[in-house]
Antibody, heavy 120, light 106 residues
Framework: QVQLVQSGAEVKKPGASVKISCKASGYTFTSHYMHWVRQAPGQGLEWMGVINPTDGSTSYAQKLQGRVTMTRDTSTSTVYMELSSLRSEDTAVYYC?????????????WGQGTLVTVSS | SYELTQPPSVSVSPGQTASITCSGDKLGDKYTCWYQQKPGQSPVVVIYQDRKRPSGIPERFSGSNSGNTATLTISGTQAMDEADYYCQAWDSSSVVFGGGTKLTVL
C-alpha cells in the first residue's frame, strides 16, 4: 500500500534550521510530485512548495522563498524539506503529500506529519 | 495572491444535509478539491476535480463548482463526518487552501 513515513518530532531554537524526511513506499517514487504542507497549532493548511522526484526541480511558496529547500534521494525514495532561520511562527506540523502538479491535480496521499517546535 | 474563503463553522443535525462553501475570484474556472481532517489526523481528499469521489469515499459526499463558489455537500450527515474541511485550488502553479470549516454534527 502507498505509504509516506516522516521523521520524528523536532525542537529547535530560533535562528536554527530543521530538515525533515519523508520516505515513500508502495508506488513508483517518480510517478508523483511531492508537496509539503504545514499547519500551525489550531490553524489551517499552508502550502510550502513541491518537488519533482524525477529531476529534483522545485517550486516554492513565495512567502518561504529563500528559507525553504526541498531535495530528494531516488536511491532511497526519500524527499527532504529543510527550513532555515526558524522563528516561533514556524512552529507547526509539517506534512509531505504525494500528488500531481497541474490545475486538475490534488494531494492524494499524506504522511503522518512531523511536529516542529521552535522555542528558545 | 489568490484567496479562498470558507465559513469558519457549519452545524448540522444527524441525517440532514450539510453544505460548505468556498469562494474565490472566478473559482468556477478552476478545479476545486476538498479535504477532510479529523483531530490528530492527516487530511484526506474527499472530492477532487470539483465533483469526483476517490475510491472509498462514501456517496453522501458530493461537490459542485460554478461562478465564484465551490460547494461541498454531505447528504445524510453522520457523526463520523464531524471534522475540519478545506477546499483547495491552483493559482499560478501554486496550491491554495481555504481557511477551513469546522463541521459540527449535533
Amino acid at each position: 500500500q502507498v505509504q509516506l513515513v516522516q521523521s520524528g518530532a523536532e525542537v529547535k531554537k530560533p535562528g536554527a534550521s530543521v530538515k525533515i524526511s519523508c520516505k515513500a513506499s508502495g508506488y513508483t517514487f517518480t510517478s508523483h510530485y511531492m508537496h509539503w504542507v504545514r499547519q500551525a497549532p489550531g490553524q489551517g493548511l499552508e502550502w510550502m512548495g513541491v518537488i519533482n522526484p524525477t529531476d529534483g526541480s522545485t517550486s516554492y511558496a513565495q512567502k518561504l522563498q529563500g528559507r525553504v529547500t526541498m531535495t530528494r534521494d531516488t536511491s532511497t525514495s526519500t524527499v527532504y524539506m529543510e527550513l532555515s532561520s526558524l522563528r516561533s511562527e514556524d512552529t507547526a506540523v509539517y506534512y509531505c503529500a504525494g500528488g500531481g502538479y497541474s490545475g486538475n491535480s490534488y494531494l492524494d496521499f499524506w504522511g503522518q506529519g512531523t511536529l516542529v517546535t521552535v522555542s528558545s | 495572491s489568490y484567496e479562498l474563503t470558507q465559513p469558519p463553522s457549519v452545524s448540522v443535525s444527524p441525517g440532514q444535509t450539510a453544505s460548505i462553501t468556498c469562494s474565490g475570484d472566478k473559482l468556477g474556472d478552476k478545479y476545486t478539491c476538498w479535504y477532510q481532517q479529523k483531530p490528530g489526523q492527516s487530511p484526506v481528499v474527499v472530492i477532487y476535480q470539483d465533483r469526483k469521489r476517490p475510491s472509498g469515499i462514501p456517496e453522501r459526499f458530493s461537490g459542485s463548482n460554478s461562478g465564484n463558489t465551490a460547494t461541498l455537500t454531505i447528504s445524510g450527515t453522520q457523526a463520523m463526518d464531524e471534522a475540519d474541511y478545506y477546499c483547495q485550488a491552483w493559482d499560478s502553479s501554486s496550491v491554495v487552501f481555504g481557511g477551513g470549516t469546522k463541521l459540527t454534527v449535533l
